[in-house]
């Protein structure tokens, strides 16, 4: 289906053209001043400059012409000096476009031909190191972005891209050494097979990596063992290898329950080691075509460009010692990626204090050719989660909060809050809680612009008032609970009230709704194109508000009029769809009651 502004603008164009004008002028938006017309056109100002005319002229022969068009959408076209035009679209018109929506599967989204494959690299989590608040960011928003792509059509894979195989593991490797000096690890006249358990739980991990780290900075001699550990483990020393290997498998498991825990997954566990082997190789071709030359000892990769207001440096691609970097197994994963799945796209979902590295990696990329001159790299850079404070939030006494600790202290606010509903069984509590708590989490996270800092405040997040995630679920539930009731009243089942058509609007709080619902596929579509989950929040905002508007001043249940109450019903159904349609898209949902 074609976008309501779309449309608007196609048959503004016309009347145009008809007038002998550019039918682009046509563009039409939203209107600034809603309580003067719902669409305006500032077409006729920039016509007049082409044509060297009056703006009115133009505005007031559009007008006319829209005007005496009995098909017309509008209800009015109004001419408003200096050369503006007014819009208002006619109420039966906009039914019979929300009738359309409604038997629409994606809601008249429309789903490009040739879908788009597109890799999301998000997550980004360190093996060994917990999870923390920093990590919250880019799991909540490379999530959202996934679930909007693949709404709107595409193919799009996410990749956890797992730090996994620098000196943290070397560290790993020597603070257990220094423990453990007997296992068998470390036995390098050992040739058996290694032990199926790991000689370490999680929380062991937790508490080694930083003790290793601590002492790294504290002790000379300890550094350079894990410096040298870490270059025998990207050799593969086997012994090393295999409890990485174990390091790894713990690690991972619990990634995965505390991902899914904020409903996050990914396709791909890939890390920084599984290209290891491909960056030689690479390295090589780089040197070979001519990309990459020496400087101090080092490998580099020139990036900078004329247009470039700060000197951007080069790209480094092997420290003086011949060590890869960050930058190094970036890139590789870029080659591996191109051959493994040709995407159109990456997406880097990180902190955006790492603009400066994906600069360098995006253009060394094109430069050596890794990937199609026309893939696009693209990095969506985040901000801070901050405290009230206004600095990076931490626990109470001052240390790093982790992920774990904010889900649960999240959790454990929505449950009291729910427990205070007596329509809710205390079995179902929890589950309700947590359901809720997630949609505070992640919608307090994805209403702000991703770039922006943001201050993390539980008591806000977890309102059921205002711009928050619990009110836009207690609006889905309100609606879902007036269904019920129609249902039971009727008798008639979901596919029944899926039949029902919305109808023509009997109040401005009802067209307000209505106009809020069409433009569904715009929303999303534009959010999409411009990774800004932000702006579907606020759509769905919108909705809500303009939703509870309307349900305020109707009395819906006790209509007798049969034909104005399905109407309403019909457009509770599409509301609700579209409320479910896109915090699906943002990674949480509703639940029946709250
Ligand atoms: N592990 C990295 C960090 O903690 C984030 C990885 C982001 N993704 C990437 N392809 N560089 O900073």
Aim: glycine share 8%.
């Amino acid at each position: 289906m074609q976008k309501l502004l779309d449309l608007i603008s196609e048959k503004v164009g016309e009347a145009f053209a008809a007038e002998g004008y550019d039918s682009e002028l046509g563009r039409s938006s939203v209107s600034s001043r809603p309580d003067l017309c719902e669409f305006q056109c500032n077409g006729a100002m920039a016509g007049a400059r082409q044509y060297h005319k009056a703006p009115f002229m133009i505005a007031d022969a559009v007008a006319a012409r829209l005007g005496a068009d009995e098909e017309s959408i509008f209800e009015s076209a109004e001419s408003v000096k200096p050369g503006f035009l007014n819009l208002k679209l006619k109420k039966s018109f906009l039914a019979s476009y929300l009738v359309k929506m409604s038997r629409d599967e994606k809601f008249g989204l429309q789903i490009p031909e040739k879908e788009k494959t597109i890799i999301i690299d998000y997550g980004g989590p360190n093996v060994a190191k917990p999870l923390h608040v920093g990590h919250l960011r880019s799991a909540v928003i490379g999530e959202a972005l996934k679930r909007m792509g693949r709404y709107c059509g595409d193919k799009v894979i996410g990749d956890i891209h797992l730090g996994d195989w620098g000196l943290q593991m070397g560290l790993v490797i020597t603070e257990l050494r220094h423990r453990y000096p007997e296992l068998v690890y470390f036995d390098d006249n050992y040739t058996g097979e290694y032990p199926e358990e790991a000689p370490f739980t999680v929380s062991d991990l937790e508490e080694i990596y930083p003790t290793a780290s601590r002492k790294s900075k504290e002790d000379e001699e300890y550094y350079k063992e894990a410096m040298e550990n870490t270059h025998l483990l990207q050799e593969k020393k086997r012994g090393f290898y295999a409890l990485w290997q174990k390091i790894i498998d713990v690690s991972v498991a619990d990634l995965k329950k505390n991902y899914r825990n904020l409903d996050v997954d990914f396709e791909l566990w890939n890390g920084e080691a599984s290209v290891n082997d491909i960056i030689p190789g690479m390295v090589d071709k780089m040197k070979a075509e001519g990309h990459a030359h020496e400087s101090n000892g080092a490998l580099v990769v020139d990036v900078a460009e004329d247009s470039d207001p700060k000197e951007i440096p080069p790209c480094i691609i092997l420290k003086s010692d011949g060590a890869a970097l960050y930058t190094t197994t970036d890139l590789a994963t870029i080659l591996d990626r191109e051959d493994k799945f040709d995407p159109d796209e990456i997406l880097y979902v990180t902190d955006k204090r790492q603009e400066l590295h994906f600069v360098q990696v995006f253009r060394a990329a094109h430069i050596c050719g890794l990937v199609r001159p026309e893939t696009e790299l693209r990095h969506v850079g985040f901000g801070t989660v901050n405290g009230k404070d206004g600095k990076p939030f931490k626990t109470r006494d001052g240390g790093i909060m982790r992920l774990e600790t904010l889900i649960s202290d999240i959790n454990d606010e929505m449950l009291a809050k729910i427990k205070t509903n007596p329509d809710i069984p205390s079995d179902e509590a929890e589950t309700t809680a947590r359901q809720v708590a997630m949609a505070a989490l992640k919608y307090g996270d994805l209403s702000n612009q991703a770039s922006k800092d943001y201050i993390f405040d539980m008591e806000k997040f977890c309102s059921f008032e205002g711009d928050t995630g619990p009110y836009i679920l207690y609006t889905m539930v309100r609606i879902k609970s007036i269904l019920g009731k129609y249902m039971e009243q009727t008798g008639k089942d979901k596919a029944a009230l899926k039949e029902l058509e919305v109808r023509g609007a009997q109040s401005a709080a009802e067209k307000n709704l209505q106009m809020s619902l069409a433009r569904f596929s715009e929303i999303m579509r534009n959010a999409w194109d411009e990774c800004a989950p932000h702006k579907l929040c606020a759509y769905i905002y919108e909705l809500s508000n303009c939703f509870n508007s309307f349900y305020h001043e109707t009395r819906i249940m006790p209509e007798e009029n049969e034909e104005k109450r399905n109407g309403w019903i019909a457009l509770l159904v599409l509301t609700l769809g579209i409320l479910e349609a896109s915090t699906g898209a943002l990674g949480f949902s509703a639940p029946e009651k709250m």
